[in-house]
């Protein structure tokens, strides 16, 4: 039978309004008092019961993480870094998954149920109508990886277009003059603008892109891509991929064909997941200030959710080039 605040009440001798009080930071109670209480409801396993407590007008202590594929070795990487920033706030992830191309208002929806105090989005879009009514809801909303179009809720991600600047800066150091690339979900955000801020680079040197090819942002796909790419007849002598992920799969896809990274081709990433540094790869990437990105994420979030008004905020954060031996 579930232990319930009566029970606490009974055993420890006090009102149930007492046990409230004891689970409720700041509320006016004697040190000793609550410290007995809370002594007395481990002893019997009690744990305060959230939603009850969030009718009442109380926090939940929850906060919604909406996240793409987990089978991506990046959204695990963000996932367990947010995780642990989360709960170093005295908070709790309330995990959302969505999958590629979903929805994800109802998924929303549904965390919104659990009457979480904030989410972090980190997958899907968002327009500002959905950002407002999470608001409205008493669920202020921060996005991650992305600008939220039109406002409506604060934002932070990496500047993309810098780091495919500092790619092309690299390409052109190493004398690669025909240059591939291999892109991501045209509908994602960091595709569309790491494309961008690439031919641009590229154009700034006198350079264009010899040939482009689309994969998911899973390793299989940058293999898939990059095999059609270094079979083709006119074989380019760089790859620059729209992820690590997938720039890991180019590297294989080379190496099943004889060639030699990066003396016959040169490979390059963006993020600089932990994978990127294992000594079979040594891939040269774009490291995305995650760890960064999700301290500003929260600041930002924890602030709304304890009531700052204002205008939203869009901060964008500086990437870096790390150079290892695959370009």
Not at 260 to 265: G, S, Y
């Amino acid at each position: 039978m579930r232990v319930t605040a009566d029970d606490v009440a009974a055993r420890a001798g006090v009102s149930r309004s007492a046990v409230s009080r004891a689970f409720t930071e700041g509320a006016s109670i004697q040190p000793d008092k609550r410290a007995h209480i809370l002594q007395v409801a481990e002893d019997l396993g009690y744990r305060p019961n959230l939603m009850a407590r969030s009718l009442t007008g109380g926090a939940t202590g929850l906060i919604a993480v909406v996240v793409g594929a987990l089978s991506s070795p990046y959204e695990s990487w963000f996932l367990d870094i947010l995780s642990q920033r989360i709960r170093s706030r005295g908070l709790w992830p309330l995990l959302v998954p969505v999958s590629p191309g979903q929805e994800i208002e109802p998924a929303l929806d549904h965390a919104l149920a659990y009457q979480v105090d904030g989410a972090v989005i980190a997958a899907g879009s968002v327009n500002q109508k959905l950002a407002e009514r999470c608001t409205a809801n008493g669920a202020p909303i921060v996005v991650v990886g992305r600008v939220l179009d039109g406002g409506g809720a604060d934002s932070v991600c990496c500047d993309n277009r810098a780091g495919m600047a500092m790619i092309a800066e690299r390409l052109v150091a190493t004398g690669r003059r025909r240059i591939a690339w291999i892109g991501g979900r045209a509908d994602t955000f960091s595709n569309v603008e790491r494309f961008e801020g690439l031919t641009a680079a590229l154009a700034a040197q006198g350079l264009a892109l010899t040939d482009t090819r689309r994969g998911d942002y899973t390793t299989d796909s940058g293999m898939v891509q990059a095999l059609a790419l270094l079979t083709a007849p006119s074989r380019p002598d760089a790859i620059v991929c729209g992820n690590d992920a997938m720039a890991i799969g180019a590297i294989a896809a080379a190496r099943r064909l004889g060639l030699r990274v990066p003396e016959d081709v040169g490979i390059c990433g963006f993020d600089d997941i932990p994978a990127a540094a294992w000594e079979p790869f040594s891939l040269t990437t774009v490291a995305n200030p995650v760890a960064d990105t999700v301290d500003a994420a929260l600041t930002l979030l924890t602030r709304r959710i304890a009531g700052e008004k204002g205008a939203v905020s869009t901060i964008r954060l500086p990437p870096a080039l790390r150079l290892r031996q695959s370009l």
